[in-house]
């Protein structure tokens, strides 16, 4: 899926359309950095994955307990067979697709899709490489284009005006929120004694 290719964050970066092998290879690793950051702060995959997990016991509605999610589709089934006898565990090895899915809800696809291109195309390593193509890039135009103030090489981040790069609040509606409880029950308030105080 190319979901964001170096040729859209050359253009949102102001570099040359024709890059060369360095030049893509610099702009690749860009993308793979902003996508790396959105999944940090999704808490899982922000485009599908195959997975393996192995030791998977149905969870007794006909579903399994599965560690990423949301599945997308399981693949393969597989029942799994005791090392020394052969016997069958009860547990198999699933393989399955799993993470959000920009294809198949278009809006998300669009959030994503923007906050990736802009990420990689202010990053230190894309703007550097503008600079080194010999583009001076604007940061403001006076009334009247009277002045005009050229960027530094570092860049901020979005301001919230309009035109503004996105930031990782953007996507805050997909982010995962993970809630663990220690498996097993709580003692009664009477057998802890706390129901007194």
């Excluded at 007794?60 to 020394?84: F, N």
């Amino acid at each position: 899926m190319d979901l964001v290719t170096p040729e859209k964050v050359a253009v949102r970066a102001g570099l040359p359309a024709a890059l060369d092998a360095d030049d893509r290879a610099l702009v690749e690793e860009a993308i793979d950095d902003a996508f790396a950051e959105v999944a940090s702060h999704l808490g899982r995959s922000p485009v599908p994955e195959t997975f393996t997990q192995r030791g998977v016991v149905q969870d007794g509605r006909g579903g399994w307990c599965l560690d990423y999610e949301p599945v997308i589709e399981v693949v393969s089934a597989t029942a799994e067979t005791h090392p020394v006898n052969g016997a069958l565990t009860g547990a198999y090895t699933i393989v399955y697709r799993a993470g959000l899915d920009p294809e198949s809800d278009p809006r998300y696809g669009r959030v994503l899709r923007r906050y990736v291109t802009w990420s990689a195309a202010v990053s230190p390593i894309v703007r550097r490489l503008t600079q080194a193509k010999g583009v001076r890039l604007q940061t403001s135009v006076n009334v009247e284009g009277q002045g005009v103030v050229y960027e530094s090489t570092q860049s901020a981040a979005g301001s919230g005006v309009a035109g503004a790069p996105p930031t990782l609040a953007d996507l805050d509606e997909w982010v995962h929120h993970t809630v663990y409880q220690a498996p097993g029950r709580a003692p009664h308030p009477i057998e802890t004694g706390t129901a007194w105080l």
